[in-house]
């Protein structure tokens, strides 16, 4: 379980906790790394979530 899956936190807090300065820059990141918006993820809405590299 990762730390989006399990928390009550912001988005915002959560690119804190991971060291972005910016909510924007973090998504950006995460949508490159996983192909899904952290807002999709977290809610549970993106089927098949794995980290295939390209």
Do not use: C, V, W
Not at 33 to 49: C, H, R, T, V
């Amino acid at each position: 379980m990762t730390t989006i899956e399990r928390t009550t936190k912001t988005m915002t807090e959560i690119a804190y906790d991971f060291g972005y300065y910016d909510q924007s820059h973090f998504i950006q990141d995460f949508k490159q790394f996983s192909g899904y918006s952290p807002k999709l993820y977290y809610d549970g809405k993106a089927n098949d979530i794995f980290y295939a590299p390209k």
